[in-house]
């Protein structure tokens, strides 16, 4: 009997032994398969395939998402293994609420530490510059909007450029019917975004001019009865003949004297605007051309700006030098100098002494 005993004893003990480890493995695949599915093991089942390491992938975050939903997209998408991990390392490191909205490129694939310092600094912002000299005309602003901004097409430009299309005070006053946009693009060098429309280009264009015009003193074209769009004609006049910074207000001065007088202008650039003709003197024929762009013909101010002028020029045209100026003319064609005077005999001796380029 004791014997038996012992036998019972002997065999139960052989029974634990072997069941003990199958129990191990049991509970060791059913914790696996618990996590499998609770995503937080992953890449281990058939159901999800498999994503090729270090392929390019558009990735945003959206405004107001949180921690939970940027790792479980990153996961979705690839870019990193596990988005509970990432989540749990994000948080270890303290920034999930540090992790900026927009457009990313990243790689599926990638080291968490690699990810996390990518959505932190923000997206890449991706600009074109875009520069307008001084004196570029409207033309000329449009072919460099083409040329430099590809995204932007002639038509949409063509369309975008009619002042109908925006409500600045400058553009819409009683007193001036303002037909195109020369003079008011102001010139500059500017930051586009690539989801800007044309629109959206000479929009910037005109809030700069606002903005650069808005604190000037216009009380001396007040008391001459001009108003904003004749300063900006003056100034477009300046621009084209104004070589040496320092002659701006002397060239303005010259300018006022003769409105003042009721006496043409005489500027052939407003001429050569009208014909387009910047390449090649005028010709004798050129100048009997019957236009009120011709100010040699007509007294008082062309119709309309002769190009997009910059501040100085109309800080000058504001803040005319005082003198008794009538007659300007190069006389350093090298320098580009002019000589100033107060009589036709005064500009013709000037011209007699002009310097001649060899």
């Known amino acids: 009997m004791k014997n038996f005993k012992l036998k019972k004893t002997k065999i139960y003990k052989n029974c634990i032994k072997k069941i003990i480890p199958v129990f191990i493995i049991i509970s060791v695949l059913c914790i696996f398969f618990g996590l499998t599915a609770c995503g937080i093991i992953s890449g281990t089942t058939t159901s999800k395939s498999v994503i090729k390491k270090g392929l390019d992938v558009e990735f945003k975050i959206e405004d107001g998402m949180n921690l939970t939903q940027i790792s479980d997209l990153l996961e979705q998408k690839g870019i990193v293994d596990s988005g509970l991990f990432f989540k749990i390392y994000a948080e270890e490191k303290g920034a ?4 900026m909205p927009g457009i990313y490129n990243l790689k599926t694939g990638s080291e968490y530490a690699d990810v996390l310092q990518v959505i932190t600094v923000g997206p890449v912002v991706v600009t074109f510059k875009l520069a307008i000299p001084e004196g570029f005309m409207l033309n000329q602003v449009s ?35 303002v037909d195109n946009l020369e003079g008011f693009l102001f010139p500059k060098t500017y930051e586009v975004l690539p989801e800007y429309n044309a629109q959206n280009v000479i929009e910037m264009f005109l809030s700069q001019y606002q903005l650069e015009t808005s604190s000037l003193d216009y009380g001396f074209a007040i008391e001459n009865s001009l108003t ?20 701006r207000p002397l060239i303005s001065s010259v300018i006022h004297n003769r409105l003042k007088i009721n006496m043409s202008l005489g500027i052939d650039a407003t001429l050569i605007y009208f014909l387009d003709k910047w390449d090649s003197p005028l010709t004798e024929s050129d100048l009997k051309t019957d236009t009120p762009y011709n100010t040699r013909l007509y007294t008082g101010l062309p119709p309309t700006p002769i190009c997009n002028p910059g501040i100085e020029s109309i800080i000058a045209a504001l803040n005319p030098e005082q003198s008794d100026y009538l007659y300007y003319v190069v006389t350093d064609p090298v320098n580009h100098k002019h000589s100033f005077s107060k009589t036709l005999k005064g500009q013709n001796e000037n011209i007699n002494s002009t310097t001649t380029v060899k």
Not at 96 to 99: A, C, F, I, L, V
């Open 228 to 247: 904003p769009y004749d300063i900006l004609i003056i100034a477009s006049m300046i621009e084209k003949e104004a070589y040496l910074p320092e002659e």
């Open 143 to 177: 072919d460099r909007i083409i040329s430099e901004l590809t995204f932007i097409t002639e038509t949409d430009l063509q369309k975008a450029m009619s002042p109908t299309n925006y409500s600045y005070d400058f553009l819409n006053d009683n007193n001036v019917k």
């Open 96 to 99: 999930e609420k540090k992790m």
